[in-house]
């Protein structure tokens, strides 16, 4: 951790954080999901420096040491696209092999589709191909209670990790989530009830792992994360025919509650998402979950590092 760098970078009138190990001209960009942060690709980041990559983890707008958008209401996945493509402008960065976790994988998909020039490759670690509109997640087969429903409210997230402190919040949320079951509530439940306090962390993610997590949603809080992904999910941001030509890589836990979506275990396991990713490699890992890369970062390392060396920048 004492190799990675960090800064501020000026980005559309806002100013991202930025994490940086490792240097040359060969990019890796990690992209992190929610409740992630730049914190959550610390592993990787050390690996794919250490193998000769220069690896870059951003804050995305409104998460941990970023700037807050202006309107964090208004803030959508587009913004983050373009986030993406002035940070590399800034870097004078031509190209880049683009990591994305739970929903950076959605700006990562987005990107390579947009700015097919500017995109190497593609790893995606828990979400195959889903980008908003014409190929996006079945709001209307979810089950009533599941958390994306009810964090998509506008207040109800609010109100529910408000009982709570941060660290609280950041704690219930990764417990939850490293289970393979769908989180649904009850009517008479919030999704923060469906947590035991009793219950510990999982063994690959320790106390401190927590603190620094805590800190940086305390310094951001959960305005624009609740925003962006679940309550711009549903916008059509006019992609016809999306398609990611450049070597991609999906890594899927089986344990990873996903799985359990409507539609995505056939998505996956019968090759419909190639439709859209043509040179599309999927590696399952029995036992990763949600969060294979801090679970089982070396693993997780090792696969990464593969397809760089095979698909060298």
């Not at 954080?17 to 490792?22: I, N």
């Not at 999901?33 to 690709?41: A, K, R, V």
């Not at 707008?61 to 587009?78: H, V």
């Not at 941001?237 to 799985?259: N, Q, R, W």
Request: glycine share 8%.
């Amino acid at each position: 951790m004492e190799n990675i760098q960090h800064s501020h970078v000026q980005v559309r009138g806002l100013k991202l954080h930025v994490a940086e190990t490792g240097t040359g001209p060969k990019v890796v960009l990690f992209l992190h999901g929610f409740p992630e942060i730049w914190y959550s690709w610390r592993h990787q980041m050390i690996a794919v420096a250490n193998a000769g990559y220069r690896a870059i983890a951003v804050d995305f707008r409104g998460y941990g040491l970023s700037d807050q958008p202006s309107e964090p209401d208004k803030a959508n996945f587009r913004d983050l696209v373009d986030d993406l493509v002035a940070l590399l402008h800034s870097f004078a960065i031509s190209k880049v092999l683009l990591v994305g976790k739970d929903f950076g994988a959605v700006p990562a998909f987005m990107l390579a589709v947009i700015h097919p020039e500017r995109v190497s490759g593609v790893i995606t670690l828990g979400i195959p191909f889903l980008i908003p509109g014409p190929v996006g997640i079945q709001f209307d087969l979810l089950p009533k209670g599941f958390y994306i429903l009810r964090w998509a409210e506008p207040g109800r997230a609010e109100a529910d990790f408000g009982r709570f402190d941060v660290k609280t919040v950041v704690r219930n949320i990764y417990i939850l989530f490293c289970r393979s079951e769908l989180q649904v509530a009850a009517d008479d439940q919030e999704i923060m009830d469906l947590v035991d306090p009793s219950t510990p962390l999982p063994h690959w993610f320790t106390e401190d792992d927590l603190d620094a997590y805590a800190n940086l949603y305390k310094n951001s809080g959960f305005r624009t994360a609740l925003q962006v992904p679940y309550r711009c999910s549903q916008l059509d941001y006019g992609i016809a025919d999306p398609k990611v030509t450049a070597p991609s890589l999906l890594i899927m836990g089986e344990k990873d509650y996903f799985m359990k979506f409507p539609g995505i275990e056939d998505y996956v396991r019968k090759g419909i998402v190639k439709q859209f990713m043509p040179n599309l490699d999927i590696t399952f890992m029995p036992e990763g979950n949600h969060f294979v890369q801090e679970q089982l970062p070396e693993q997780v390392n090792e696969l990464i590092l593969a397809f760089l060396n095979k698909h060298c920048i």
